[in-house]
Structure formats: structure tokens, C-alpha cells
């Protein structure tokens, strides 16, 4: 076994644990996306879904593609479990006053299931803002203390254009996956190591 394979044993070995000692359910998709129960966009790369009650959460990535990527979604989505282990402000944040979740707020909006005015749009796009980049500055940390072979200057355009798509979104009322033009690239909070 080569050092990196080590290393991404010990981390797949830190994951399976603590999903294990948090009721969280660990599950791995065959293809390149696997789908949540309710998203209303389809197919995903993996998502975190906390528990609730006595039903286990769920910590899911589609394992039918590149090492390189599915590792990066695994560790975003354990960022996403980690924010809701240590109830984090990055994870509470999507809590609305009312006690709505911020992401199906979103969703209900852009489906048009729902109207809000556009200081409510703004807010709301806000708080789902927050808690993604935070989860990815998690799992850009997993990938340097865990040495994971993931392509970190790939792994943060990724993230600076999935940040650009809300954006878009915010203003369009549509989800389109949008990529940063060249040399436009946004300064984000996780290039200040």
C-alpha cells in the first residue's frame, strides 16, 4: 500500500467512525451522482443530512468517478457533518428565526413554490452561502492534514465557481452550474491560510 493510500484509509477510517458514533449513516453511491430524498435539482456528488429524533442522518457521496473528486465531496460533506456535531454558527446559521431551513427556503423560491421579498432573498442566500464555504475551508483542511490526493488549486476554482452559480441564481431564480471566467476568479475567505 503506497503512503497516499494510507493516508486516505485513515482518513476513510476517521469518517466511518465518527458516523458510526453519531448515528450517521455512511453511503457510498456506485455512480458518478446518487440522489436525496427531496432535492429538488436531481442528482448530487453527496450531501449531509443530520439525524433526527432516532433515524439515523445520512453522509452520502457517489464514489463513480475520480478518486480525486469523490475524496473532495466526501470531505465537504464531513465538513457539513462536523458543523452540525460541534452545532456550529456556520451550520445553525441556515435556521431561519422561524425555524425554516434556509437551503429548502431557497429552493422552494428558485422552484417558485414560494415569493419572497429581496431582502428575504438576500438573507436566505446568505446563510446557504455561509455554511457551504465554511464546509469547504473544513474540507480544504481534511485534504492538507490528511495529505489527500486532491488537487487543491482545482478544488478551490471548484468552489469559487459553485459560489458564482448561487450567486447567479440569487439573480436569475435559476440553477445553472456556472464556471468563474478566467482571470475573474473572486477572492474567497479560504485562500487566507
Not at 78 to 96: C, E, I, L, R
Not at 140 to 159: F, G, H, M, S
Amino acid at each position: 500500500m503506497t503512503t497516499t493510500d494510507r493516508r486516505v484509509q485513515e482518513f476513510l477510517q476517521v469518517v466511518k467512525r465518527c458516523c458510526e458514533l453519531t448515528n450517521v449513516k455512511l453511503v457510498w453511491g456506485k455512480g458518478a451522482s446518487l440522489t436525496a430524498l427531496g432535492e429538488p435539482r436531481g442528482e448530487l456528488a453527496g450531501y449531509f443530512s443530520a439525524p433526527h429524533g432516532r433515524s439515523p442522518g445520512v453522509l452520502a457521496v457517489a464514489r463513480g468517478r475520480p478518486r480525486s473528486k469523490w475524496l473532495a465531496v466526501l470531505a465537504h460533506e464531513f465538513g457539513h457533518m462536523s458543523q452540525w456535531f460541534f452545532n456550529d454558527p456556520a451550520w445553525t446559521v441556515t435556521t431561519m428565526p422561524n425555524g425554516q431551513d434556509a437551503q429548502e427556503l431557497m429552493d422552494d423560491w428558485v422552484d417558485g413554490k414560494l415569493e419572497l421579498d429581496a431582502d428575504e432573498i438576500t438573507d436566505i442566500f446568505n446563510r446557504v452561502r455561509v455554511c457551504e464555504l465554511d464546509a469547504d475551508a473544513r474540507a480544504l483542511q481534511y485534504i492538507r492534514d490528511y495529505k489527500l490526493p486532491v488537487n487543491i488549486e482545482v478544488y478551490k476554482r471548484e468552489i469559487a465557481d459553485m459560489d458564482y452559480s448561487y450567486r447567479l441564481m440569487q439573480r436569475t431564480r435559476r440553477w445553472k452550474r456556472t464556471k468563474v471566467r478566467p482571470g475573474r476568479l473572486p477572492k474567497l475567505k479560504l485562500d487566507q491560510e
